[in-house]
Nanobody, 114 residues
Framework: VQLVESGGGLAQPGGSLRLSCAAS????????MSWARQGPGKEREFVAA?????????YADSVKGRFTISRDNAAKNTVWLQMNNLKPEDTAVYYC???????WGQGTQVTVSS
């Protein structure tokens, strides 16, 4: 099982970033997936989740209306996190997770600062 995140970086407040998670080694089209994050000095927290079909999405209250989770089961075996209207408190390492398993990516750093 491999989950590889990319797309992190530095953004200004109000800016946008799109994170990607490339999955392999398991049946991605049957897997519920999520994003979590861990800010400096904080515990890892849930950000967003998407069902295996893509029909159901769930968000933490702190990102609702600003972040969108999506996935491609057909060809790319990828789950994305579109992050808009970024805030300094969104600064964290973002992790991709295959829900219900111990499979996590290595994380990608997102820093929101002017």
């Amino acid at each position: 099982v491999q989950l590889v995140e990319s797309g992190g970086g530095l953004a200004q407040p109000g800016g946008s970033l799109r994170l990607s998670c490339a999955a392999s080694g398991f049946t991605f089209s049957s897997a519920d997936m999520s994003w979590a994050r861990q800010g400096p000095g904080k515990e890892r927290e849930f950000v967003a989740a998407i069902s295996w079909s893509g029909r159901e999405e769930y968000y933490a209250d702190s990102v609702k209306g600003r972040f969108t989770i999506s996935r491609d089961n057909a060809a790319k075996n990828t789950v994305w996190l579109q992050m808009n209207n970024l805030k300094p408190e969104d600064t964290a390492v973002y992790y991709c997770h295959h829900l219900g398993t111990f499979s996590w990516g290595q994380g990608t750093q997102v820093t929101v600062s002017s």
